[in-house]
């Protein structure tokens, strides 16, 4: 996600932040190029003045030309200026106490993700511990109901739906449910048309009436660029918003949608979809998207996904294991579905500062993983736990079985010898470096 932008944006900064003194001149270039990049990224036009207006008047002071590191300055300038324009801070949903009702209305174009959202969200919201229901009010589209009702399913969170009838008369029946049953946050799944027209308006203004919601989140396509802002800007005038979720922001490398929505509708990003697992709703950082479009790595992000995936305990048998030579093809196994949780091993790569924008999809190549998943998977206990009895004829089973072949299972095998090598390699330098540091009392 971003590659694009983030790109550009990172070469211009390295070329200003690499100088030792700066003009007027190198200013007025860099932000030239900073503003073809934005419209290259499809930031409304508007957004993009307005950002380089106040980033030329600020960065042309007296303040930075002047400074001891003037190229640094430069950048935390739009640094800054970024996290601004795309909504300053974290802003979640704003939602009652768990004693009351809270809803929330998702509303957008037809494909923009609101089904899945709606499903994505309800798991979430069940994980922090509320009770929520969701209720299948897109009686347009064929099967949306069914839809939502297996996605529900997979997060475990009930829906409400009613067959040939009206989605107001749904939202209202489905109010009434939520209040008799356990429920405290009902989310409602609407109906989307390709365009945005009266009648759709109409409706989701009764439903709104019906509903009341806490918050009214337009779900719009990351791709759509300065046109999710443009719909943004529609639905909050017709039916007012309380935010945005951006979908598909996984494929969306230029981040036009991203950096225009808050500038043009002073609605904030509450959330982004990430991918089209039910687990890829991220919140919205500005400052760590900042970060990623300029380049500087998302460590917090990476940390939190890995604190939230592996578990401290576990981590340390891992090292254990791996220090006294006991790690396992078997560990090696578990470590594939510990990188499934956390998404792909490019997501969580591409978070690392240094590392970012230098993976090619052919080095890690997540073909490559499924096929040593099945490798393993072939094995016997006995073989998973000491790679070495593997001979010839074991190889030629587990070839068969895994539907590769002896050449692939050679070629994992010494593979697997080699990483665990540089794992224990690895866990001695930090114990090394811990240890160095503990004694230069740091
Ligand atoms: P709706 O018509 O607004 O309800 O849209 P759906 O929820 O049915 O989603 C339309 C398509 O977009 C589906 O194929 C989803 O799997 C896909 N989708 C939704 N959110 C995301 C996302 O964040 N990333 C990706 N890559 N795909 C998504
Ligand atoms: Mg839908």
Same mark, same amino acid.
């Given at each position: 996600?971003?590659?694009?932008?983030?790109?550009?944006?990172?070469?211009?900064?390295?070329?200003?932040?690499?100088?030792?003194?700066?003009?007027?001149?190198?200013?007025?270039?860099?932000?030239?190029?900073?503003?073809?990049?934005?419209?290259?990224?499809?930031?409304?036009?508007?957004?993009?003045?307005?950002?380089?207006?106040?980033?030329?008047?600020?960065?042309?002071?007296?303040?930075?030309?002047?400074?001891?590191?003037?190229?640094?300055?430069?950048?935390?300038?739009?640094?800054?200026?970024?996290?601004?324009?795309?909504?300053?801070?974290?802003?979640?949903?704003?939602?009652?106490?768990?004693?009351?009702?809270?809803?929330?209305?998702?509303?957008?174009?037809?494909?923009?993700?609101?089904?899945?959202?709606?499903?994505?969200?309800?798991?979430?919201?069940?994980?922090?511990?509320?009770?929520?229901? #969701?209720? =299948?009010?897109?009686?347009?589209?064929?099967? /949306?109901? !069914?839809?939502?009702?297996?996605?529900? $399913? *997979? &997060? @475990?969170?009930?829906?409400?739906?009613?067959?040939?009838?009206?989605?107001?008369?749904?939202?209202?029946?489905?109010?009434?449910?939520?209040?008799?049953?356990?429920?405290?946050?009902?989310?409602?799944?609407?109906?989307?048309?390709?365009?945005?027209?009266?009648?759709?308006?109409?409706?989701?203004?009764?439903?709104?009436?019906?509903?009341?919601?806490?918050?009214?989140? #337009?779900? =719009?396509?990351?791709?759509?660029?300065?046109? /999710?802002? !443009?719909?943004?800007?529609?639905?909050? $005038? *017709? &039916? @007012?918003?309380?935010?945005?979720?951006?979908?598909?922001?996984?494929?969306?490398?230029?981040?036009?949608?991203?950096?225009?929505?808050?500038?043009?509708?002073?609605?904030?990003?509450?959330?982004?979809?990430?991918?089209?697992?039910?687990?890829?709703?991220?919140?919205?950082?500005?400052?760590?998207?900042?970060?990623?479009?300029?380049?500087?790595?998302?460590?917090?992000? #990476?940390?939190?996904?890995?604190?939230?995936?592996?578990? /401290?305990? !576990?981590?340390?048998?891992?090292?254990?294991?791996?220090?006294?030579?006991?790690?396992?093809?078997?560990?090696?196994?578990?470590?594939?579905?510990?990188?499934?949780?956390?998404?792909?091993?490019?997501?969580?790569?591409?978070?690392?500062?240094?590392?970012?924008?230098?993976?090619?999809?052919?080095?890690?190549?997540?073909?490559?993983?499924?096929?040593?998943?099945?490798?393993?998977?072939?094995?016997?206990?006995?073989?998973?736990?000491?790679?070495?009895?593997?001979?010839?004829?074991?190889?030629?089973?587990?070839?068969?079985?895994?539907?590769?072949?002896?050449?692939?299972?050679?070629?994992?095998?010494?593979?697997?010898?080699?990483?665990?090598?540089?794992?224990?390699?690895?866990?001695?330098?930090?114990?090394?470096?811990?240890?160095?540091?503990?004694?230069?009392?740091?």
């Amino acid at each position: 996600m971003l590659e694009g932008i983030s790109r550009r944006l990172t070469d211009i900064l390295r070329n200003v932040a690499g100088k030792g003194s700066i003009s007027e001149k190198n200013v007025q270039d860099a932000v030239e190029e900073i503003k073809v990049a934005l419209l290259e990224a499809d930031v409304n036009l508007r957004v993009v003045r307005r950002f380089v207006n106040q980033t030329i008047e600020e960065a042309k002071g007296e303040k930075v030309l002047r400074s001891v590191d003037p190229g640094q300055q430069f950048v935390k300038i739009i640094y800054d200026r970024m996290v601004e324009f795309l909504g300053d801070s974290r802003q979640d949903l704003q939602l009652k106490g768990p004693d009351t009702l809270s809803v929330v209305l998702l509303l957008g174009l037809q494909g923009s993700g609101k089904t899945t959202t709606a499903a994505k969200l309800a798991g979430q919201l069940k994980k922090e511990g509320r009770r929520p229901l #969701l209720i =299948a009010a897109d009686l347009v589209r064929p099967a /949306a109901v !069914e839809q939502l009702r297996l996605l529900g $399913e *997979q &997060v @475990g969170v009930e829906v409400y739906s009613e067959e040939r009838t009206d989605p107001i008369r749904v939202v209202r029946e489905g109010m009434k449910h939520a209040a008799r049953g356990l429920f405290n946050t009902v989310i409602v799944d609407t109906s989307g048309r390709m365009h945005l027209d009266a009648p759709l308006m109409e409706e989701l203004k009764s439903i709104r009436s019906a509903s009341n919601p806490d918050e009214t989140v #337009l779900v =719009a396509d990351a791709m759509s660029g300065q046109q /999710a802002a !443009e719909i943004a800007k529609e639905f909050d $005038e *017709q &039916v @007012g918003l309380t935010g945005v979720i951006l979908t598909k922001f996984d494929s969306d490398a230029r981040g036009g949608a991203a950096l225009s929505v808050k500038t043009m509708t002073g609605k904030p990003i509450k959330f982004v979809g990430t991918g089209e697992k039910l687990s890829d709703l991220e919140p919205f950082y500005p400052d760590r998207i900042a970060s990623r479009i300029l380049g500087m790595g998302d460590v917090v992000t #990476l940390v939190e996904k890995a604190q939230a995936t592996i578990d /401290a305990r !576990e981590a340390e048998e891992l090292q254990r294991r791996v220090e006294s030579e006991t790690f396992t093809l078997e560990d090696y196994l578990a470590q594939f579905a510990r990188l499934k949780k956390m998404g792909s091993v490019r997501a969580v790569l591409e978070m690392i500062p240094g590392v970012q924008g230098k993976i090619d999809e052919d080095q890690i190549d997540e073909k490559e993983l499924k096929r040593e998943e099945a490798m393993i998977q072939s094995m016997t206990r006995e073989e998973r736990k000491n790679y070495r009895i593997i001979g010839p004829s074991r190889r030629k089973r587990i070839a068969k079985g895994s539907g590769t072949s002896v050449h692939d299972i050679n070629h994992f095998l010494k593979k697997f010898e080699k990483v665990r090598l540089m794992m224990k390699k690895a866990v001695k330098n930090k114990k090394y470096q811990a240890n160095m540091l503990s004694q230069l009392g740091a």
